[in-house]
Structure formats: C-alpha cells, structure tokens
C-alpha cells in the first residue's frame, strides 16, 4: 500500500475523515506508528474507531503487505471499559451484566420453552437502536430464527413501548439533541433496521453465519447479532455427534471473531435438557454439552421459581454469580416492580431511570 497514499480515499466515515485532516493526518504514512489511543487523543475520535481506522488503513492487502498494527494491553483495557452495553430495560438484569449486554463478547440466554429468551431477544434487538442522545448506540440488529419463534406483532409491541419511553423522556427533558433525533426514531424505523434471517434446518444456519461477515460490511452499523436458537437443529438433525460437535466449534469460533473484529454483541438462546446421574436426581442442564459452555462469554439461565421469572448470571469473566428476578410486560422485559409501583402503566420503564442507559 503506498505511504502517499490520501486518507479520503478509504471508505471512513466522512465526520472522522474531517477530524483527522483537521489533526493533520492527511495520508497513509501520517498513520504509521501511531497507536490507537494516541489517535483518539489527538483526534477526539473515540478508542475502538481509532482502531478500526488504523486497522482499515494499514492492516489490508495493497502494493504491499501491511502487517496488522499491534494493540497494547493498555489500548485492549480502554477498549473494555469504552465499549458501551445494549440495556435490557430491567434495572436489575443490567446491574448483574456490569451496565447490560455487553459488545465484543457472546452471550448466551439459557432456558426452557415459556420463559422469556425470545423475548429478551426482541428487546435487545430493539433497544441496541436507541439513539446516542439517549444514552443508546444507534445500532442495527441481525436475527437470526431457527424456531419460527419470531411473532412481528410482539415486536411491534416491545418497539412501541421503547420509542415512546424515549419520547417521555425528550419531553421531560425538552433536550434539544433528544428532540432532535426522536422525528426519526419510530417504530416503523425500528423494525426497518432488524434484518430478519429465517433458518429451516443446520446448512441453513452454517451458510447465514459463514456470510455473516460480508452482510456486516455491507451495513456496518449492526451491533446485535441474535441466533435464536443455536440448539434447534443441532438436537433434533444429528446422528454423527462427532460431526456435530466440529461443527458447533466452528460456529462457536465464528461467533467470537465476528463479536471481536466487528465491536458488536452477538446473543445466543439455548434450550435446556435433562442430565440424569447414576444415584442423584435428574436436573436441567443448558444443552449441546459441556464443551458448548466455552462458545460464551456470558452464560445467563433464565427460569421459574414458582410463578416468577428469574434470570441466573451462571458465567462471566468480570461479574459475580448473580440471580435478580425480572418480568414480561406488553412492553417487553422490565424490573419486578413493588407494591408501591405497582400504579405504573405496564409495559412503563421504572420511574426512576431518568435515561435508558
């Protein structure tokens, strides 16, 4: 790739393209040596663009091969704590996820049919489109239904509710940036932006996610990518469990890489089945086996104790083991409310998140 090489000829975003001429980065050699922290703190660009203009600019294939630029464990830190979470509209839920469901990682919602996973999904599908004014990302969401579970009519539901929770608070607030970016946060907008993949069996599946990384550059504001679920096909069209297994591990690699290279949160729905040991009682285990447990980085089991739902932060490498409870609502998943909000609208966020994040 040739050093003289003029920045504004790469596909950046053109406000970042403006604040790097203003810094004084005007061609492919400016770029050199330069880490990502530094870049933002020149630039004001923030920590994890910075890195994926560095990586844009001097890690492909030109006249030259470019080595991929290196990346402190300093810059990897900043990274972490700058990546923002796509909230779930249950106070409690976020609170135990560290701030909610967080990006560059996989998550995974276990759970027996009726509990709520692919409701949890459709929020999060809604919610990662909050906009930036509001505390959100502005993302996009991918969906990918193995089950047929997807009901549009429940979406619309759960994406009316969220627009019109963040209209209350652009009135209350009388923000100029909140009121500014609500004329194009509608419900219609919000169920343009899920693109909805329909998978009928495992090739089906496999294929979605290996063009996975082609459709994101193709609309590279995604943020979200959902599967539900990743058992479906894998419980009920296998016999060869050898095969199955090798290609679990390649998805599961799939999953990873995709989260990490595209700063976006994918979220896994898996069922639950019956582990029986010689001498103990039967108990419910999440399926696919133990070698499944690595794929995540988060592993939630959600279930019922009596007629409440409760969510179980089984797996996280930065939070404790947690168990919150947590309800459905028409408007989606919300906080178990007491007996002194218990007057709220349903569907209605809890009174005192004055902001959705």
Known sequence: MQNSRELNSFPIAPIHKTKLSGAGFLIVEDLKDIKPSELSKETGIDLEESLEIITLVLGGDGDQKASKPTVSALDILHLENASPYIITFSEQVDSMLGGGVPL??????????????????????????????????????????????????????????????????????????????????????VLSRIHYFRCHDYVELLSNVHLLPKFLKEHPTVKLVVVDSVAFHFRHDFDDMSLRTRLLTSMAQSFIQLATDSSLAVVLTNQMTTKVQQGESSRLIPALGESWGHASTIRVILYWEGKQRWAWLYKSPSQREAVVPYQITTGGIRDVVSSKLESDEEGEAPAKRQRTS
Request: net charge negative; proline share 3%.
């Open 104 to 189: 560059r990682k996989v998550t995974e919602f276990c759970g027996s049919p009726g509990i709520g996973k692919t409701q949890m999904c459709m929020q999060l599908a809604v919610d990662v489109q909050i906009p930036e004014a509001f505390g959100g990302m502005g993302g996009e969401a991918v969906y990918i239904d193995t089950e047929g579970s997807f009901i549009i009519e429940r979406l619309v539901d759960i994406a009316k509710a969220t627009v019109q929770h963040c209209h209350n608070i652009a009135s209350e607030n009388q923000e100029p940036d909140m009121l500014k970016v609500m004329g194009q946060f509608t419900m219609e907008s």
